[in-house]
Structures are given as C-alpha cells and as structure tokens.
C-alpha cells in the first residue's frame, strides 16, 4: 500500500492522504500543524503528527479577536485611519480567517461525529464559508457577509472562549446567541437577498439577528408582508414619524443602528407592517376608535387613545417586542385601573393584534409564548424567556416585586409544581400587576423550600406521572 492510498481518520469520513494534505494546506496547516495519526510507507504502522503548540494556537486567536473586537466597538475610531471599504475588506478577511481556524482546530483536535460548525471551500477561485452546511459568500453577497461576519465572530469566540474568558471585554461585548437561534439566523441569510449599510460597524450582534428573524418568520406564517432586504444606518428614525414611507423600494426595512454595534428592530419591523399594509392599520384605527368613543368617562392619556399610523405603530410595538409588559399593563387596569376606560382601551388593542397575528401570543423579543391559565396543583416547566442560558429565577419569600439574592433560584426547563397562590402585585409606578404564584421543584418533597415566582416565567402546565417528573 502506497503512502497516497492510506486513509487519514478524525474527520467525520476517511480521506485519502493526498486529498488530505490538499484539504490541510488549503487551511494553512503544515505537518507540524496536524494532530492526526497517518501511515508508514507500507500503510500498516501509526504514527503520531506533532500539533501546533497552545501559545501559537492562543496568538492566532488572540490577534484575530482583537481585530474584530476594535472594529465592532470602535468602528468611528477605525474611520479616522482606514476608509470604509478598507474596513468592510479587513471584516471578510478576517470572517475567513477566523472560519478557517475553527475548522482547523476541529482537524487539529481529530475529533469524530459532526463536522466543524464553520468551515471553508474555494471554488473556482471564491472562498466560501460554510455555516452548519450553509453557503456564505462573504466576499461577493451582501446579505451573506453581513449574516456571516456576525455568525462566524459568535462561533469564533464560542470555540476559544477558554482562550479568550480573561481578555478585558470579551465576557462583557460577546456575542450571544442559543442554539435556537442559529436556526433561526441561517433562515434569514435564506430569505434576504440584499444588505446596505451605512457609517456603521459591519460586524454586528447576533442577538440583534436573531430577533429580526423571529419577526419575519410570524408575518410570514400569518401571511404578512416580510421585507427581503435591509438598510442599516443611524439615525434612521431620529425625526420621528415612519421613514418607511419616503423610502423608495417597498421590500427593504429600514433599522436603526445601536452604539453597541447591533441595531433596534421593534420599531422598524411596526413601521414597515404599517407601510405595507395600510388596510391593516385602517382596520385597527377602526376597532380602536369605536371602542373609546362608546366610553362613557374618555381619558387624555395619550397611550390610551387612537392616533393614527403611529397608535399602531406603538401598540405593535409593545405587543410582540414586549407582551409582558402589555399583559401586565392589563392586569393593573382591570384592578387598580382609575377609569374603565383604561382597561378598554388596552384590552381591545391586545386582541386585534392577537387575531391579526394568527392567535400568536408573545413574551419579549418577538417570542412566540403559549399563554394559558393555572391553578393550584398543576406541574408547570419554567420558562425563562430572557435569559435561559444563565441561572437563574429567584424566588421571593413572599408576593414582592423585590429581590433577595439570597434566597434559591430556578432555571430554564425545570419542573415546579404550584402549591398556593395566585396574588397580584401592583407596581403604581409603571401602571403594571404581577401575578405570582407560591411553588417548589417537583418530586423533592415537603422539605423543598418554597417561594414566590412571577406566572410570566411559567411555561406549558404538564400532566405526566411522577416517575417522568422527579
């Protein structure tokens, strides 16, 4: 057996040698670079290949993410020296450097089962990023080098974190991102065909991403108008009213861009519904105006009151970005509520919306929330809608707002059972009511010590026996 017939394994299929060393050069790896075990010159004995050393691996990673970093976050300083096509060039190279790296890591390591998250193929003289399989030509397609620079930065600092956790900066301005959400993300690169930025960073956050993404898929399942392309820039929306309607091409949203280098999304995906469908807005004006008019006591706050294109636009707004709060909104007025009128003029909004968005209910973020009623006794799984990958919901000792660190938390996903309740909590400062439950983990016994939890943080109720459930 010739040295060219040896199969090479740790990828997720045996490669001949030569096609490997091929595949290994393309990444820039030498024979010092690989940590996979080859074959003699008759094929039949291993040997070991020596690996890149950690204090290489680490200024490798070290120089890319310091490069990223200073573009992402001082980008108007970056302006002084470079240009912005020589910054928007600095971006895709380093999108395919640090893509190229997480694969070749991947092979260093010779690891078995999925193949690397990020990875990249020439052809025919074009460098592609592949993304968990998906196809970016950061080089060539706008909507694939502003997705895909995100993307790959997330991925980047996710494989070296262990590298990077101490570098001032990099816990505080990382890229968050669940596993959810890269589906998520991938299905937008799917769907736009065209990016304009303006003066602003061309890394942007992948949270942001994220958020528009769950947006577009709702108005395309409810068979509303989706934009297929996006302008980013700053100060969009900075003279007020919907800019949407002096901006020529009907199919592009306009966002605003954020100092943190991501951009605001609540507010541009409303004006754009609103832009695109105005029977929609008219119909809303409609319902809402009857129903304060047929108040016998009609009130002056603002908020309460149809006004146009923008009532809409508001109540939009508060309704998929911010559910919990228009719930608990709700909740207040129907108790503590000054005018009956309150409570209307809330309610009647909350369900247009509800009915114009396919019965979709939403927590923060434009996430989709099953709604539901509980009582005493029920099995609920929580469901931390801000944050599920930190620890965690703290309990109160009592029905209070106020929160005591010291006291136990419960995380995403874990299964509480309701054992008293419910109370609802006035905060007279924001006009909101919280409804709180008395609960304790599931299948831990009296001793458990319970607490006071928010019913915001409660997910489906469950019926299942107690053996699933301890």
Wanted: glycine fraction near 8%; hydrophobic fraction near 40%.
């Amino acid at each position: 057996m010739s040295k060219e017939d040896c199969t090479w394994t740790g990828l997720t299929r045996q490669l001949p040698r030569r096609r490997f060393l091929e595949r290994a050069a393309a990444l820039g790896i030498g024979a010092a670079g690989l940590a996979l075990v080859g074959c003699d010159d008759e094929g039949g004995h291993n040997f070991p290949i020596p690996t890149v050393t950690e204090q290489e691996l680490a200024q490798d990673v070290l120089a890319l993410w310091n490069k990223s970093h200073d573009i992402a976050f001082r980008y108007e300083r970056r302006l002084k020296v470079s240009s912005q096509e020589e910054i928007r060039q600095s971006v895709k190279d380093l999108t395919i450097q640090k893509a190229r790296l997480i694969e070749r890591e991947y092979i260093g390591l010779g690891l078995y089962g999925e193949p690397p998250n990020a990875r990249v193929e020439n052809r025919d003289g074009r460098d592609i990023v592949l993304i968990r399989g998906q196809e970016f030509d950061v080089r060539h397609s706008s909507s694939d080098y502003f997705i895909g620079a995100a993307l790959i930065d997330y991925l980047f600092e996710e494989k070296f974190a262990d590298i990077l956790k101490d570098v001032p900066g990099f816990e505080s301005n990382r890229q968050i991102l669940l596993p959810s959400n890269m589906e998520e993300i991938l299905w937008l690169q799917s769907h736009l065909v065209d990016v304009q930025l303006g003066d602003v960073s061309p890394i942007t956050r992948t949270r942001d991403l994220a958020t528009l993404a769950r947006a577009l898929k709702v108005f395309e399942a409810v068979g509303l108008p989706r934009p297929n392309k996006l302008k980013l820039d700053k100060s969009l929306f900075e003279k007020g009213g919907n800019p949407h309607h002096k901006f020529k091409d009907p199919d592009t949203i306009l966002l605003d861009a954020t100092k943190s280098g991501g951009f605001d999304s609540a507010r541009s995906i409303a004006s754009f519904l609103a832009t695109r469908k105005p029977n929609l807005v008219g119909d809303y004006l409609e319902v809402v105006s009857r129903a304060y008019k047929s108040q016998r006591q009609p009130i002056a706050n603002g908020y309460f009151t149809p006004n146009g294109e923008e009532g809409f636009i508001k109540a939009l707004e508060d309704y998929m970005f911010d559910g919990v709060s228009f719930r608990k909104k709700i909740a207040y007025a129907e108790t503590w509520g000054r005018l009956e009128a309150e409570k209307v003029m809330l309610q009647v909004p909350y369900a247009f919306l509800k009915h114009a968005l396919g019965n979709r209910e939403f927590s923060i973020n434009f996430k989709v929330k099953l709604i539901m009623e509980y009582k005493i006794g029920d099995t609920v799984m929580i469901d931390d809608y801000a944050r599920p990958d930190k620890p965690g919901i703290v309990l109160r000792q009592r029905p209070t707002l106020k929160i005591d660190l010291g006291w136990p938390y419960v995380n995403d996903g874990t299964l509480v059972q309701i054992i008293g309740g419910s109370e609802l909590v006035p905060d007279d400062e924001k006009d909101q009511a919280t409804r709180m439950w008395l609960i304790r983990r599931h299948g831990l016994g009296v001793s458990e010590q319970p607490g006071w939890v928010s019913e915001e943080w409660f997910g489906p109720s469950l019926k299942l026996s107690d053996q699933f459930l301890i």
